[in-house]
């Protein structure tokens, strides 16, 4: 049972005397019985006894010992058991002195669907676990992936619309007419030609653009050959494109799964960079910035880094990993990692020949990033320096909050609330709130309900308090924050209004400082108006953001939801099959019983629910 003792008073001594030798995991827990730290072990009691040693912890492991309250174990068969089971709880713990892979979002692919005559390449931002495709990536941002696709539809022609959209089509769109598309849905082109084309597009994904080079260079004698010059002029053409993608390559396109990871790390802050390659290619690089709570070695932030990337995600693991420094325990992280992907992983940090170019890559762009996140750390700081100063404030303020209304004349209003630190938007603090039982159009209602909720919460303990915050709308919005304050007793937060000016141009805003007789105008060149700038106008797009995805999700549902015996399944089946519910509302009852799942009788009831 978990001690209910203060961190002062745990007997880290008749502790220790009950702990085991066998691997495992160990949880230390702070007074209130929250989770500090998640760590694992080849022998529980050796590890958790150098905790409390006399000497030889930093401060920030002194700080940790001193918080804790109780440390639960789990012992496991293996190391390599301990360490997944170290990664599962680090994921659903999110401790606050473990090294956090903060970016949960799954990698895009490039999907290639096997189920239609002329299928297109599109953009996932996940693998789906039912096999109807084939899959290329993980590339490290969506703009690499749709940078690929407009090579390939440039390239290659190859299509990008929906299937829907496809099987609708009369006659070609506007991508045949600039050279972007073949036109398949009229049958410009065979499904043989259109294959063709395909497989080349596929095999350059793959890194094989040598060979379609070699394979179109075939062709295009051949069609001179046979004094067809229009096609070998465009075989030529084709060609040219593709020497220039093949020269754009920075990296020896050798063969070859990897990922590259590399640290950089100055003071003041750390880097991880990982680079993606894929078939030999170049993928892009992606990078994080992990608190490092412990102030551990490079090594072991990586190790750890690398360990929950793979083990405490659901990841593709490439068949090797490169690392920029040696990691401690590289062996049972090798094992782990073999024993998930279930084929040997291969893990190395001294390499040779592409792979050491690789490798230096990832150094380089590890080096890049951090150099720019401390220049924008040092750039904020300043700001925040200046708001301080511009409002007669005594200390620097360290959190800032600034809402936001948007809607579309009065539909599907919603509020944002971001929040700015000094090291830049807190975006997992952001909140949206969706507004409901007010007269349509009315901001001042909207953002009254907005600061209502949000400031009942903070009033509470439910959230952390601003130092300033900031309301985008002037006079009268200011009012209304001030009103809300009052009615729930707050009095140590400083409002400040933001008007626009006149011609609502950046740089001609006028502040209002608590109350709208205290005004301050900003020179256009103010870091500090900048940072309101900035708060502004993230508020404003995570706003509009929200907006659109309610309003478009009431769009495409609020009608059919209401229709008995049409589900979630049926809708989706409705909406894919018209293209939206603009050609749902346009079906007669012989098109509507056409889709899969919907009977005739059913039919006639969504047309006389949809028309009356």
Request: glycine share 8%.
């Amino acid at each position: 049972m978990r001690s209910t003792d203060t961190a002062v008073s745990f007997d880290a001594r008749e502790f220790l005397k009950t702990v085991t030798e066998s691997p495992g995991v160990y949880r230390m827990f702070d007074e209130s019985g929250n989770v500090l730290y998640v760590g694992k072990a080849r022998r529980l009691r050796q590890r958790l006894s150098s905790y409390f040693r006399n000497s030889g912890l930093n401060a920030r492991t002194q700080a940790l010992v001193g918080r804790i309250a109780d440390i639960q174990v789990t012992v496991t068969r293996s190391e390599t058991e301990a360490l997944l089971l170290e990664q599962t709880l680090i994921k659903s713990l999110r401790p606050p002195y473990n090294i956090l892979l903060r970016d949960d979002k799954s990698y895009p692919y490039v999907f290639l669907s096997d189920r239609h005559p002329y299928p297109a390449l599109e953009f996932r931002r996940s693998r789906q676990k039912r096999e109807d495709g084939r899959y290329f990536g993980p590339f490290t941002s969506s703009g690499a992936v749709r940078e690929s696709l407009a090579l390939m539809q440039k390239i290659f022609r190859i299509r990008n619309c929906e299937d829907t959209v496809f099987a609708h089509r009369t006659r070609p769109c506007l991508q045949y007419q600039i050279n972007r598309c073949s036109a398949p849905c009229v049958d410009y082109i065979g499904q043989e030609a259109y294959r063709r084309d395909l497989e080349h597009a596929v095999m350059c994904l793959e890194g094989k653009s040598d060979q379609v080079t070699e394979q179109l260079n075939q062709e295009m004698e051949e069609a001179s050959q046979a004094l067809d010059f229009e096609q070998a002029a465009f075989l030529r053409d084709r060609i040219q494109q593709l020497r220039r993608l093949q020269t754009s390559q920075s990296v020896d396109t050798r063969g070859g799964d990897a990922d590259v990871f590399a640290l950089a790390e100055r003071p003041g802050g750390l880097c991880i960079s990982l680079l993606s390659i894929r078939q030999g290619r170049v993928l892009g690089s992606r990078h994080h910035a992990p608190d490092n709570e412990l102030d551990l070695p490079a090594a072991a932030v990586l190790g750890e880094f690398v360990s929950q990337y793979y083990l405490g995600q659901e990841r593709e693991i490439p068949e090797e990993i490169l690392t920029s420094h040696a990691l401690d325990d590289s062996e049972l992280l090798r094992a782990a990692l073999s024993e998930k992907a279930g084929r040997r992983i291969r893990l190395a940090h001294q390499v040779r020949g592409h792979r050491a170019q690789w490798l230096e890559l990832a150094r380089t762009n590890a080096e890049q990033q951090l150099a720019t996140q401390l220049a924008g750390r040092q750039q904020l700081s300043n700001r925040f320096s200046q708001l301080r100063d511009a409002l007669g404030l005594d200390e620097t303020p360290s959190r800032l909050e600034c809402f936001d209304i948007s809607h579309s004349q009065g539909e599907a209003t919603v509020a944002s609330c971001v929040v700015f630190d000094q090291d830049g938007p807190v975006k997992s603090d952001y909140r949206r709130f969706n507004i409901e039982n007010i007269t349509a159009g009315d901001d001042y209602a909207a953002m009254q309900q907005a600061l209502t909720r949000r400031y009942r919460r903070i009033r509470n303990g439910e959230a952390k308090r601003p130092d300033v915050l900031v309301i985008d709308g002037g006079k009268g919005q200011l009012n209304m924050a001030r009103e809300v304050f009052e009615a729930q007793g707050i009095h140590d937060i400083m409002l400040l209004g933001v008007a626009k000016g006149t011609t609502r141009k950046p740089g001609l805003e006028t502040l209002y400082v608590d109350t709208i007789d205290r005004s301050l105008s900003l020179e256009g060149s103010s870091p500090a108006l900048h940072l309101i700038q900035h708060i502004r106008d993230e508020a404003h797009r995570f706003a509009i953001t929200g907006h659109r995805q309610r309003r478009d999700k009431q769009r495409r549902t609020s009608t059919l939801q209401d229709i008995a015996g049409v589900g979630p399944k049926r809708r989706r089946e409705l909406l894919r099959f018209f293209g939206g519910l603009q050609g749902v509302r346009n079906a007669s009852r012989d098109d509507l019983a056409r889709v899969p799942g919907i009977s005739s009788q059913l039919a006639g009831q969504i047309h006389q629910a949809l028309h009356g």
